[in-house]
């Protein structure tokens, strides 16, 4: 039997198929004149044009693009409350459907569900909701953005239902999600942190720092032991399957939305930031970034890039149910929140309230801050796809991997969506 990821070359490929040509963007490094062809759900071939064998493809369909166009991996967000009208944290599995089809629909073939701090029985009912999701294949889990969360730095998260690290309510959690619980946010300053760490490594639940008000060394403290978990988890897995390393083995703790939520960096007091970006340059953690130009300064985007490297940036959304929709009145969870100039904020205080871009739309600002393609799409795709250990799947375009895949025009505008080798978004004719 040949190797799944080395399919037989020489046999034709029968079953849907599919080819796109254009330049192939993966895995940092980009390619022109390449092709990529899909067979039953699958890519078959993703390389040059010259090592393409078309006779092997007689019946596959060439989706064209539009010149100058790009073929990336399908998007990765690791943060994302909704969109389309639908928010995640509303426990409505009809709107949260219309989410995730809008998302798929725009380049963001695997996400995680984020929900927001509310009370332990709204929680565990979302998480509920979500598993289904999971279960049926729609979402890769849920991200639990609270309620272990520092009252300093609440941003829009409700502080009545903020508190301390709590194994109960924890393991309740763990429990409603039933293995699709994935990473969750907290703040390594409160009270039971460590042993909040600890348990949700033990779980597979990858520890994500933020909305804190911890000084750099208790950062720093957090987050190599979360790293230290995740390494022991990952090396005792090793060993019951006979010590063969595999996918997922790298997995580290990340950052929630760096900069945001969380004291800025001063020369004097150097807090969370300083102490992020040093563990990020030595690859012990990965930062997320929400590049929309709202969160961040462009400027900000590409000198983190600069500073820590690609490989170590997850590109975020933090998308709310207004993605998609003109601006207006909405909600993230349970907290009232206007829009105005596609900016989401809270109407009780002006806080910013999550953001309204799409993952494609902040790869593409993330471009335009000076970053280039390569990085910005490794950020969105391959990166956040190790955090969820499914680099052997999703992430890279590669022979023998499921046939998620964008392709963009010149300016990074949607042209195609495949999600599972099935066209969700068809180029224009």
């Known amino acids: ?86 928010g ?31 009370s332990g029985q709204e929680l565990v009912r979302g998480v509920g909701v979500l598993r289904q999701l999971a279960d049926e294949g729609l979402i890769a889990g849920i991200h639990s953005e609270g309620p272990f969360l520092a009252q300093a730095r609440c941003g829009a998260q409700d502080p009545q239902w903020l508190r301390a690290p709590d194994p109960d309510l924890l ?36 520890p994500s720092l933020g909305h804190t008000d911890a000084d750099a060394q208790t950062t720093v403290d957090s987050l190599t032991s979360a790293a230290a978990s995740l390494r022991a988890r990952a090396g005792a897995l090793n060993a019951t399957n006979s010590g063969a390393s595999g996918p997922g083995t790298g997995r580290r703790p990340t950052v929630t939305h760096l900069f945001n939520g969380m004291p800025p960096l001063h020369h004097r007091s150097p807090g969370p930031v300083a102490a992020c970006l040093r563990l990020a340059a030595q690859g012990t953690v990965a930062v997320e970034l929400i590049g929309d130009g709202v969160h961040l300064d462009p400027a900000t985007v590409r000198m983190v890039f600069e500073l820590v490297g690609a490989g170590n940036v997850v590109l975020v959304t933090d998308s709310m149910a207004a993605t998609g929709l003109p601006d207006g009145d909405y909600a993230l969870g349970p907290a009232a929140v206007v829009v ?90």
Request: charged residues 20%; negative net charge; glycine residues 12%.
């Open 1 to 86: 039997m040949p190797d799944a990821h080395r399919p037989d070359t020489h046999e034709p490929v029968v079953g849907s198929a599919y080819i796109l040509a254009g330049t192939l963007i993966s895995d940092g490094a980009a390619t022109a004149d390449s092709v990529v062809a899909v067979a039953d759900g699958r890519i078959a071939y993703a390389g040059p044009r010259s090592g393409f064998d078309a006779a092997r493809f007689p019946v596959a369909e060439e989706l064209k693009l539009p010149p100058g166009s790009s073929i990336l991996p399908g998007l990765v967000d690791l943060h994302c409350h909704g969109a389309a009208g639908g």
């Open 88 to 118: 995640f944290p509303t426990g409505d599995s009809h709107a949260c459907r219309d989410a995730v089809s809008f998302l798929h629909r725009n380049g963001t073939t695997t996400l995680l569900a984020s929900l927001v701090t509310a």
């Open 171 to 206: 393991r309740r959690l763990l429990d409603a999600a039933g293995g699709t619980l994935k990473t969750m946010t907290y703040a390594p300053e409160l009270p039971g942190a460590d042993g909040l760490v600890s348990m949700l490594a033990a779980n597979g639940v990858t």
């Open 340 to 429: 105005r100039d596609g900016v989401a904020a809270l109407k009780s205080n002006g806080a910013l309230a999550g953001g309204t871009a799409t993952l494609l739309e902040v790869v593409r600002r993330t471009i335009g801050a000076g970053v280039s393609p390569a990085d910005a799409v490794k950020s969105a795709t391959l990166v956040p796809a190790k955090i969820l250990g499914l680099e052997a799947e999703i992430g890279s375009l590669k022979a023998g991997m499921r046939a998620d895949i964008v392709a963009v025009d010149a300016d990074f505008g949607l042209a195609a969506v495949l999600r599972g080798g099935q066209p969700l978004a068809r180029p224009a004719s």
